[in-house]
């Protein structure tokens, strides 16, 4: 059995694991439309006030085996066998049918009238649920026109990610979407509790303009990134996982072979910035021993990171697909053993791990453990409890209605190891999945009408890992990363702060980045750096920063 969420992460390249994003924002559209900022855009800063937050109560149905901490995620090392009842009543009332939009990165099932698992699951909700499921990977067209068209359904789910490129999103949110504060609010939230047990730190992301106006749906790990090995490889070649950054050069020496079209490296940028102490919160600021706020560009760890990383693209250690391009598909190239070690999102090594488990024999895939640049050093790891997604309600629904649906997204929450989990996820045993010794195994039937977008997407969820055949030791050894990596978690400066950042900051990053890949790639000297900071900073960077100070000035930071 396995994950289906942690498949799609697989399918699609820049989905990232479905965790917080690692690569920097970019500006969007003026309100409701477009994809570019106004140029006199200057940015908005509001902060997440305690009281609009429900109050978080755990939902203790089924005992983990592994107890989740903060933001890592319960572990099961087997699925259960006495499954639990969440919900006894239906929450829906016989309303209207509740229209739904949401992506989806996989072939989209029937729709409403022609696919037995949504009839199933609205038969136990009581009401009909009608999705519609938008490609994922051109979610932000569609996205942007439904908001330009203010013709948004019931349900609107939107990626965190698809909303950083919004300019004036808060203003669109406050037209379009219900508030829901005096809904969830405080001991309001007692009415959900399934909704009631999702993180704090979720919810906080979810407040715009002082107000709470969305359900979250939390990440499952907190990281931007892991470096990955193939360790069944390094170990036959006598290799161990570097701890330090040194360590990490002399492996890539051992190990980079091209005659045998074999390379030690992907991409590895990031985790080398990471292992130097670069800041990676809002694109890579940090406090300065004296006040206000330095970018890691200006920083010597940044300088140290970059020369490093130079050296191993000039001593030909990185695979030059990746030196040659933007895209090179660097799962395949891992799979295959042309490379030993990339960086990639933690949502995406079960995936992996279950699929070349099943072709190569003795695959293992493993993070290597977090290290700093030196002996005695410390990482600083970027991530955050950033939601993967937002559910939007539509405004004026009617305070009947609006509860109904906040009951239904209610049962779309509930943890797994209930009986509504099993049906959200697979459906009904025997049609859609049998029951196999590791727990549901899909059918033909089941494969081609379930999608996550379809239910699960909606009401977010407690996180959770499952043991499954063909990861046996996945669930133990995620937990274990993340405990022993969550020392080095990077506190966010900015946690419960929304910002929309200005334009003329927005647009400089992604070229700036540009020109630090030409660097890296031998296209530019690495002498050029100071030069790509000025430019950074004019471009930019400064009014980023005086606009990021002030944010944090005005909340008492």
């Known amino acids: 059995?396995?994950?289906?969420?942690?498949?799609?992460?697989?399918?699609?390249?820049?989905?990232?694991?479905?965790?917080?994003?690692?690569?920097?924002?970019?500006?969007?559209?003026?309100?409701?439309?477009?994809?570019?900022?106004?140029?006199?855009?200057?940015?908005?800063?509001?902060?997440?006030d305690k009281g609009v937050l429900p109050k978080f109560k755990a939902v203790d149905m089924v005992?983990?085996?592994?107890?989740?901490?903060?933001?890592?995620?319960?572990?099961?090392?087997?699925?259960?066998?006495?499954?639990?009842?969440?919900?006894?009543?239906?929450?829906?009332?016989?309303?209207?049918?509740?229209?739904t939009m949401a992506p989806w990165w996989g072939p989209v099932p029937p729709g409403l009238g022609r696919n037995s698992y949504l009839?199933?699951?609205?038969?136990?909700?009581?009401?009909?649920?009608?999705?519609?499921?938008?490609?994922?990977?051109?979610?932000?067209?569609?996205?942007?026109?439904?908001?330009?068209?203010?013709?948004?359904?019931?349900?609107?789910?939107?990626?965190?990610?698809?909303?950083?490129?919004?300019?004036?999103?808060?203003?669109?949110?406050?037209?379009?979407?219900?508030?829901?504060?005096?809904?969830?609010?405080?001991?309001?939230?007692?009415?959900?509790?399934?909704?009631?047990?999702?993180?704090?730190?979720?919810?906080?992301?979810?407040?715009?303009?002082?107000?709470?106006?969305?359900?979250?749906f939390p990440t499952d790990g907190p990281f931007a990134w892991a470096l990955f090995q193939r360790k069944d490889l390094m170990d036959a070649a006598g290799v161990a996982a570097p701890t330090n950054v040194d360590e990490l050069y002399q492996a890539g020496k051992k190990l980079t072979n091209p005659g045998k079209g074999v390379w030690a490296f992907g991409s590895v940028f990031d985790m080398v910035q990471q292992a130097f102490g670069c800041p990676g919160v809002q694109n890579g600021w940090r406090k300065k021993a004296g006040g206000g706020l330095e970018h890691k560009y200006e920083t010597e760890e940044y300088r140290q990171a970059l020369e490093f990383t130079v050296r191993l693209y000039k001593e030909k250690l990185v695979h030059p697909d990746v030196i040659a391009t933007k895209g090179a598909d660097e799962k395949t190239l891992f799979n295959g053993g042309k490379i030993l070690m990339y960086q990639d999102g933690l949502g995406a090594w079960q995936g992996m791990q279950g699929e070349q488990s099943k072709v190569t024999p003795g695959y293992n895939m493993q993070p290597v453990p977090a290290f700093g640049a030196h002996p005695g050093t410390k990482p600083v790891l970027w991530g955050s409890e950033k939601p993967i997604f937002f559910t939007f309600v539509k405004k004026g629904l009617g305070a009947d209605r609006t509860k109904e649906i906040l009951r239904v997204l209610n049962w779309c929450a509930a943890p797994f190891g209930t009986k509504e989990w099993e049906l959200r996820q697979y459906g009904v045993e025997g049609k859609h999945f049998t029951r196999g010794p590791d727990g549901p195994v899909p059918t033909d039937l089941g494969r081609k009408e379930v999608a996550e977008a379809q239910f699960t997407f909606l009401g977010g969820?407690?996180?959770?890992?499952?043991?499954?055949?063909?990861?046996?030791?996945?669930?133990?050894?995620?937990?274990?990363?993340?405990?022993?990596?969550?020392?080095?978690?990077?506190?966010?400066?900015?946690?419960?702060?929304?910002?929309?950042?200005?334009?003329?900051?927005?647009?400089?990053?992604q070229p700036t980045e540009d020109k630090i890949r030409d660097v890296l790639n031998?296209?530019?000297?690495?002498?050029?750096?100071?030069?790509?900071v000025s430019e950074f900073r004019s471009g930019g960077g400064d009014e980023g920063r005086a606009f990021l100070e002030k944010a944090l000035a005005d909340n008492g930071r």
């Open 522 to 532: 031998g296209r530019r000297p690495l002498s050029d750096l100071d030069q790509i």
């Open 119 to 216: 009839d199933a699951v609205n038969a136990e909700l009581g009401v009909q649920v009608d999705p519609s499921l938008q490609d994922g990977n051109t979610y932000f067209d569609k996205l942007s026109a439904t908001l330009g068209a203010r013709d948004v359904p019931d349900l609107l789910v939107a990626p965190n990610w698809e909303i950083d490129k919004i300019a004036r999103f808060s203003d669109a949110v406050k037209a379009l979407f219900e508030d829901l504060t005096d809904y969830l609010a405080g001991d309001a939230v007692d009415a959900y509790p399934m909704l009631a047990s999702l993180s704090t730190g979720a919810w906080e992301y979810s407040v715009w303009g002082g107000r709470l106006y969305a359900v979250p």
């Open 63 to 99: 005992k983990p085996d592994i107890p989740g901490e903060g933001p890592i995620p319960q572990g099961f090392l087997s699925y259960p066998t006495n499954l639990v009842d969440a919900i006894s009543e239906k929450p829906g009332s016989g309303g209207p049918t509740i229209k």
């Open 461 to 509: 969820r407690v996180p959770a890992k499952w043991k499954s055949s063909d990861t046996p030791n996945y669930v133990q050894d995620y937990i274990n990363y993340h405990k022993a990596s969550i020392q080095y978690l990077e506190p966010d400066l900015f946690k419960g702060i929304k910002l929309e950042l200005p334009a003329n900051y927005s647009k400089v990053l």
């Open 1 to 48: 059995m396995t994950d289906p969420l942690a498949d799609a992460a697989t399918n699609r390249r820049n989905f990232l694991g479905l965790i917080g994003l690692g690569a920097a924002a970019v500006a969007g559209g003026g309100l409701l439309a477009g994809c570019s900022e106004k140029a006199g855009s200057k940015g908005v800063a509001s902060k997440a």
